[in-house]
């Protein structure tokens, strides 16, 4: 069992930047990928970037590419989304999750997931 619980969304404006933090209770932290999702009202569930176990490997979504950083800090059982240069097309709740597939980026290959946090770039 692991449970996920994220913070740090909020409202910015466009250009501003936000560090989303997502909390893990549970053992074996340290051997899940973790992911950051995000989700608008009336679209689908959207990949933004993933973390190996280890913290070396990342990937991020084309649309985030350059303006997000993923990190993690696996003594503190902890996974950030640093948002920089935000736009208000990133405007959504934003999901962790963590997963046992090495190069998941699917929601379905994610087996835990936090409540989620609303983060709103405001024009």
């Known amino acids: 069992q692991v449970q996920l619980v994220e913070s740090g969304g909020g409202l910015v404006q466009a250009g501003g930047s936000l560090r989303l933090s997502c909390a893990a209770s549970?053992?074996?932290?340290?051997?899940?990928?973790m992911g950051w999702f995000r989700q608008a009202p009336g679209k689908e569930r959207e990949f933004v970037a993933r973390?190996?176990?280890?913290?070396?490997?990342?990937y991020y979504a084309d649309s985030v590419k350059g303006r997000f950083t993923i990190s993690r800090d696996n003594p503190k059982n902890t996974v950030y989304l640093q948002m920089n240069s935000l736009k208000p097309e990133d405007t959504a709740v934003y999901y962790c999750?963590?997963?046992?597939?090495?190069?998941?980026?699917?929601?379905?290959?994610?087996?835990?997931w936090g409540q989620g946090t609303q983060v709103t770039v405001s024009s």
């Open positions: 973390i190996g176990s280890s913290g070396h490997s990342t």
């Open positions: 549970g053992r074996a932290f340290n051997t899940y990928v």
């Open positions: 999750a963590a997963s046992s597939y090495y190069s998941a980026f699917r929601p379905s290959e994610y087996r835990y």
